[in-house]
C-alpha cells in the first residue's frame, strides 16, 4: 500500500511564499515521477508540476519562474517551493505518484492567498 502525506499548505498573502512537501511510503518502482496537481472550486484538477526520479521537470506555464519543483530520492520525498504567489494560486493541492502503471494521490492540501 503506497502512502503520500502532503504537509505545508496554508493561508499566505499575495506576493509570500509557501513550501509543500510530500512523502511517499510503502512498496513502488524507484522510477517514478512525483509531483503537484490543483484543484481549485469548480474547476478541474490541473497539472502544476512533476519530476522524474532523474530529476527531468514540467511546469505549468502559470507557475514557470515562481514555483520550484525537488525531490530527494533518498527520502522518497517531492517538494515545491512557490514564491510570488498570487490569488489565482488559490486551490487544494495533490500530491501525484507514478511509477509504472499505477498512480497515486496524496489527500491534499490547502493553499489559500488572500490580496
Known amino acids: 500500500q503506497v502512502q503520500l502525506v502532503e504537509s505545508g499548505g496554508g493561508l499566505v498573502q499575495a506576493g509570500g511564499s509557501l513550501r509543500l512537501s510530500c512523502a511517499a511510503s510503502g512498496t513502488f518502482f524507484r522510477f517514478n515521477t512525483m509531483g503537484w496537481y490543483r484543484q481549485a472550486p469548480g474547476k478541474e484538477r490541473d497539472l502544476v508540476a512533476v519530476i522524474t526520479s532523474a530529476n527531468g521537470s514540467n511546469y505549468a506555464d502559470s507557475v514557470k519562474g515562481r514555483f520550484t519543483i525537488s525531490r530527494d530520492n533518498a527520502k522518497n520525498t517531492v517538494y515545491l517551493q512557490m514564491n510570488s504567489l498570487q490569488p489565482e494560486d488559490t486551490a487544494v493541492y495533490y500530491c501525484?505518484?507514478?511509477?509504472?502503471?499505477?498512480?497515486?494521490w496524496g489527500q491534499g492540501t490547502q493553499v489559500t492567498v488572500s490580496s
Open positions: 501525484y505518484l507514478k511509477a509504472l502503471g499505477p498512480q497515486y
